[in-house]
């Protein structure tokens, strides 16, 4: 089942299983909004609504099923307790990947789908649901509101359930594979379907479609292995338990997993963090320099949504434009502030600015060290006349790119002690001048799109 609700540090080398995961930075948002949503409850009016819903759905269905149904299984009770047990059991091993949590219990639904009445399944699916955790229960601090996401979350086991009644029910069969797949892929489409359903309530209109995909993998992964549970289970109803080892084994690589990204989440706190530190540094060495940074990202930031740049490349660029000057708190402040044109020693000094700021944010390394080779590049143009490695065209990278061209663009709107600012059509004027000498065209463009 599948519930829908989300740079590594330099000393560790490639491939290196301690090596902590960067996230993507919409991945790292919707895994944080998910976690929130966990842990307080519902955020907005529209998802209690909307989970009230399925839930009250969920029982309309279950109920009808278990009333049209006919079955000619007879399980003890104790096999039917069991079943309920162990899916309370397994719905504490929850596999964080991206945006989404994935729960193993196909280790136990396809057995189940093979033993107790069809009818029966999606109500001892909730059963488990509800008593994952008996000490809330007991005591009623499982809230309405909790008690309806568990019953939405078993929305999954009625698909494949009517699927294998429509069937016919009997004993696991190998030249029944066709129908066991029909099943598997109408327990993906009903979870799929309630989980947009709730994301819908959420206000979520990117939902991270991958992490849906890969733990719909998991799901196929342990299919066959619940199918050979089933198999062992035929006259055996207690062999179920042979899972157990497994359950406990998944129970270890998915707590190291949530370890794992709870590292990712500090790490991507800390990077941005510590870039937010080092411009109130330049802020405050250089109020201009300062003021200009942040205008140097909001327009960088349009430029890179008007070029669809992914959330990594966008975070990556809402950086490099925010520390592009940050190596010029090592120029000389007589240099810096200099009310005139500068003679060409102050500019061979200036000029050094990228790589003091590439080599301030290679100290710090991870992420900010990646930083740092794309600051070095922001001066470089278009006909390789820029510097400090005089990179031309396509060879001086994208971020580069905009970040050169919105510096420029803040520059000239901007006043200063040796000149008055130009007015925005001036200033995009100048720019249009000079796309393709000093600039990528297609940035320019992209800028005069988003400023007119």
Same mark, same amino acid.
């Given at each position: 089942? @599948? ?12 491939? !290196?299983?301690?090596? &902590?995961?960067?996230? !993507? ?9 998910? %976690? ?10 529209? !998802? ?75 109500? /001892? ?9 008996? @000490? #809330? *229960?007991?005591? =009623? ?16 086991? +009625? ?59 998991? !799901? ?9 549970? #089933? ?16 359950? =406990? ?11 794992? *990204? ?7 706190? $800390? ?28 327009? &960088?930031? $349009?430029?890179?949504?008007?070029? =669809? ?17 940050? =190596? ?25 600015? &990228? ?11 991870? *992420? ?5 080779? +794309?600051?070095?590049? /922001? ?24 970040? /050169? ?22 200033? +995009?004027?100048?720019?249009? %001048? /000079? ?6 065209? %297609?940035?320019?463009? $992209? +800028? @005069? $799109?988003?400023?007119?």
């Amino acid at each position: 089942m @599948v519930s829908a609700a989300t740079s590594a540090p330099a000393f560790l080398p490639d491939g !290196d299983p301690r090596r &902590t995961p960067e996230l !993507d930075p919409e991945v790292e948002r919707q895994l944080a909004d998910r %976690r929130e949503r966990i842990r307080r409850g519902p955020l907005v009016r529209s !998802d209690r609504a909307v989970t009230y819903a399925l839930a009250a759905g969920f029982l309309v269905a279950s109920f009808t099923f278990l009333a049209v149904a006919t079955s000619t299984r007879h399980p003890s009770p104790f096999v039917v307790l069991l079943y309920i047990a162990l899916y309370a059991l397994l719905s504490h091993v929850n596999f964080e990947i991206d945006a989404h949590g994935a729960v193993p219990v196909q280790l136990v639904l396809v057995p189940m789908l093979f033993t107790l009445p069809l009818a029966w399944v999606p109500l /001892c699916v909730a059963a488990g649901y509800l008593v994952r955790d008996p @000490v #809330a *229960l007991v005591t =009623g601090r499982l809230t309405l509101y909790k008690a309806a996401l568990r019953l939405v979350s078993s929305w999954h086991a +009625l698909g494949p359930a009517v699927v294998l009644y429509l069937a016919g029910e009997g004993p696991p069969k190998w030249s029944s594979g066709p129908i066991y797949v029909v099943a598997l892929l109408t327990q993906f489409a009903i979870d799929f379907g309630i989980g947009r359903i709730r994301e819908h309530g959420l206000g979520v209109k990117r939902p991270v479609l991958r992490g849906s995909y890969l733990i719909y993998g998991v !799901d196929i992964a342990l299919a066959p292995i619940g199918l050979l549970v #089933a198999f062992a289970d035929v006259g055996h109803r207690d062999l179920v338990l042979l899972v157990l080892p497994l359950v =406990g084994l998944l129970q270890v690589f998915a707590r190291e997993r949530e370890q794992r *990204l709870d590292a990712a989440l500090e790490l991507g706190h $800390a990077y941005r963090g510590t870039a937010m530190l080092l411009g109130d540094v330049v802020e405050a060495d250089d109020a201009y320099t300062g003021e200009h940074s942040r205008d140097v990202v909001s327009l &960088t930031l $349009a430029v890179a949504d008007h070029l =669809g740049l992914t959330p990594r490349e966008r975070r990556n660029a809402e950086f490099v434009a925010l520390l592009h000057d940050v =190596g010029k708190i090592g120029i000389p402040p007589e240099i810096i502030n200099k009310p005139g044109p500068l003679d060409p020693d102050e500019r061979a000094v200036i000029e050094t600015h &990228t790589l003091q700021g590439e080599a301030m944010l290679t100290k710090v390394g991870g *992420l900010l060290g990646e930083i740092g080779q +794309l600051v070095r590049s /922001c001066h470089e143009r278009w006909d390789g006349e820029g510097y400090p490695d005089g990179l031309s065209g396509d060879e001086i990278p994208l971020i580069a790119r905009i970040v /050169c061209c919105t510096d420029a663009f803040s520059a000239m709107t901007a006043n200063r002690p040796y000149r008055a600012a130009m007015t925005t059509q001036q200033a +995009l004027a100048e720019l249009e %001048r /000079c796309a393709g000498t000093h600039f990528d065209p %297609r940035v320019v463009d $992209a +800028l @005069v $799109a988003v400023t007119r």
